[in-house]
């Protein structure tokens, strides 16, 4: 066990429909990222949340945002899904904002039908 | 664009040998370098990184080797075991870590007995 948690683990959804992906980062962790992984491709970058404030914007479709709350947990909203969006989606936390100490949770598998 | 690539996707090594997995980068500012392994089910979790202060780092059985010049790093394990089979992920950060992680593609490893 890490200690970020993700839930759920695997979800599978329509096109057209909105889901939610939640992630508790580890205790003591101010800072969450996202990343997607499809198919044949590596981490991609979402989005960072520091101590509650958006920190840094990657590849993040406008379909998707993100926040995070008082408890430092963060969600990950995907909306108007499209098959593409089929995907791994990881959630990562470190201390501060540095590279040094990311830990990933196991992520949820996203499966858009 | 890539700017951290991993050519080779897959890479088949006998136990006892050495396994020597590449990745180049494109993007001048990256100054710290991460590999993460990441097993079936699991997220990715850290091995071993360097900064761009070194050329080499070493804990164990594994070492990271960095060309500045060729912007090229690659990450050695000796002796290579069956539990090493795993996708490898090269990883870099800019602004001393402080920057958030582009990854890879990725490169299974398979260590056969």
């Known amino acids: 066990d890490s200690g970020v948690t993700q839930t759920p683990k695997h979800l599978i959804t329509a096109t057209g429909q909105r889901v939610t992906l939640r992630c508790s980062p580890r205790?003591?962790?101010?800072?969450v990222y996202w990343y997607q992984q499809s198919l044949d491709q590596g981490l991609q970058f979402l989005i960072q949340?520091?101590?509650?404030?958006?920190?840094a914007k990657g590849n993040i479709l406008e379909r998707f945002s993100a926040q995070q709350f008082p408890d430092l947990h963060s969600e990950l909203n995907l909306s108007s899904l499209e098959l593409g969006d089929s995907a791994l989606y990881f959630c990562?936390?470190?201390?501060?904002?540095?590279?040094?100490?990311?830990?990933f949770g196991s992520g949820t598998r996203l499966t858009v039908v | 664009d890539q700017q951290v690539k991993q050519n080779s996707p897959s890479l088949s090594v006998q136990e006892g040998r050495i396994s020597i997995l590449n990745c180049d980068y494109t993007?001048?500012?990256?100054?710290?370098f991460l590999w993460y392994k990441k097993y079936p089910a699991e997220g990715p979790t850290f091995l071993i990184s360097?900064?761009?202060?070194?050329d080499k780092n070493e804990d164990g059985r594994f070492t990271v080797f960095l060309n500045k010049s060729a912007k090229h790093l690659s990450l050695h394990i000796v002796p290579s075991q069956p539990g090493d089979s795993a996708v490898y992920f090269c990883?870099?950060?800019?602004?001393?870590?402080?920057?958030?992680?582009?990854f890879g593609k990725g490169t299974m490893l398979l260590v056969s007995p």
């Open positions: 990562a936390s470190s201390v501060e904002g540095s590279s040094y100490g990311y830990t």
């Open positions: 205790s003591g962790d101010l800072s």
């Open positions: 949340y520091y101590n509650g404030e958006e920190r």
């Open positions: 993007n001048s500012m990256f100054d710290y």
């Open positions: 360097i900064s761009s202060i070194k």
């Open positions: 990883a870099a950060s800019g602004n001393s870590g402080y920057s958030t992680l582009t």
